[in-house]
């Protein structure tokens, strides 16, 4: 069993930057590979990131890419998600998920397993 609990989320205006974390429970967190997903209201939830178990590699939505880092540390059991260059559409709750590492299908939320309460992320223009 994985408990996750995501942090970091705020007001940001348009432009600026903030740093998410996802702090995972249990001692299988190095063999898991984490994602981030965002709902907004009224949407589906959304893949936003991914990495593998390793760190070695990493997967992101076009919407994202070039502005979103996605990284872990795999001794402190924690997942960061930077975004920069924020925009009013990313606004919506973010939520950190994890799932045994396949090697596949990292941007499919059906195959993720544990998921985290979410934080909020609000971009004004």
């Known amino acids: 069993q994985v408990q996750l609990v995501e942090s970091g989320g705020g007001l940001v205006q348009a432009g600026g930057s903030l740093r998410l974390s996802c702090a995972a429970s249990?001692?299988?967190?190095?063999?898991?590979?984490m994602a981030w997903f965002r709902q907004a209201p009224r949407k589906e939830r959304e893949f936003v990131a991914a990495?593998?178990?390793?760190?070695?590699?990493?997967y992101y939505a076009d919407s994202v890419k070039g502005r979103f880092t996605i990284s872990r540390d795999n001794a402190k059991n924690i997942v960061y998600l930077h975004v920069n260059s924020l925009k009013p559409e990313d606004t919506a709750t973010y939520y950190c998920?994890?799932?045994?590492?396949?090697?596949?299908?990292?941007?499919?939320?059906?195959?993720?397993?544990?998921w985290g309460q979410g934080t909020q992320v609000t971009v004004s223009s």
């Open positions: 249990g001692r299988t967190f190095s063999t898991y590979a």
């Open positions: 998920a994890a799932r045994g590492d396949t090697g596949n299908n990292y941007g499919y939320r059906v195959f993720y397993q544990y």
């Open positions: 990495i593998n178990w390793s760190g070695g590699s990493t």
